[in-house]
């Protein structure tokens, strides 16, 4: 079975703390894709980052860094130095060798300044 | 170029009655999926389209339909809505299905909210 869970619902933190969005996954695949999206409050959800089952590397994108540990099945996301456009919900999805993707329900992040 | 183009963005509708929604992907992408959004239940997969094909279905029951054209925009339809549709309707495109050895990257649009009185 696949499973995505993201089992911080809302997280609040003041602007320029630093926030990690935590994603755990389930899957029988040894070949799999692990996606995060963003999803502003206008609706659309925005591509940020895909990575393989078998590229363990950390991944820093600006103020936005990635850490995929197998061994913990987590693909966590960190944010340094928030800032109140990062305000978003937060989508991990899985998708394995199976036809479609898997998306956790998401983690509502409020930036306030 | 242009995006996921998903219409109408808001809409209303009451029990009973049926609703057809329309995505037009981006210009190249030939698979279409639908996803619906609710609070409760997060992204749930409705159904992919390649090629005017159904190629992977989710979990819903058959008042869930759709199609897609030759030119790759589709169309989602429910019929005898329920109070429980009420949702986020997402469209994502991708160059080809979602299988295979990449993964491709879905796009999404805006959305369709429907709202079922």
């Known amino acids: 079975a696949q499973k995505v869970t993201q089992a911080q619902t809302e997280i609040s933190v003041v602007e320029k703390e630093d926030v990690t969005l935590d994603c755990v996954y389930e899957?029988?695949?040894?070949?799999?894709?692990l996606f995060w999206y963003k999803q502003p409050p206008s609706g659309e959800l925005v591509f940020l980052i895909r990575?393989?089952?078998?590229?363990?590397q950390n991944e820093i994108s600006g103020r936005y860094s990635w850490n995929f540990q197998k061994s913990t099945s987590s693909f966590n996301f960190t944010i340094t130095a928030s800032q109140v456009v990062d305000s978003a919900v937060y989508f991990c999805?899985?998708?394995?060798?199976?036809?479609?993707?898997?998306f956790g329900t998401g983690t509502s992040l409020t930036v306030i300044p | 170029k242009a995006g996921v183009t998903q219409t109408p963005r808001y809409l209303i509708k009451t029990r009973g009655q049926q609703v057809t929604l329309s995505c037009s992907p981006i210009?190249?992408?030939?698979?279409v999926s639908w996803y619906q959004q609710t609070p409760g239940q997060g992204l749930q997969f409705l159904f992919e389209?390649?090629?005017?094909?159904?190629?992977n279905k989710g979990n819903f029951p058959g008042r869930f339909s759709g199609r897609q054209f030759s030119n790759s925009r589709s169309e989602m339809n429910v019929s005898t809505l329920e109070l429980g549709d009420s949702a986020l309707y997402l469209c994502?495109?991708?160059?080809?299905?979602?299988?295979?050895?990449?993964?491709?990257?879905?796009?999404f649009g805006a959305g369709s909210r429907l709202t079922v009185l």
């Open positions: 389209y390649f090629s005017e094909t159904q190629r």
């Open positions: 994502a495109s991708s160059l080809s299905l979602t299988t295979g050895t990449g993964a491709n990257v879905l796009t």
């Open positions: 999805a899985l998708r394995g060798t199976s036809n479609q993707f898997y």
């Open positions: 210009s190249g992408h030939r698979s």
């Open positions: 899957t029988r695949d040894t070949t799999y894709y």
């Open positions: 990575r393989n089952s078998f590229d363990e």
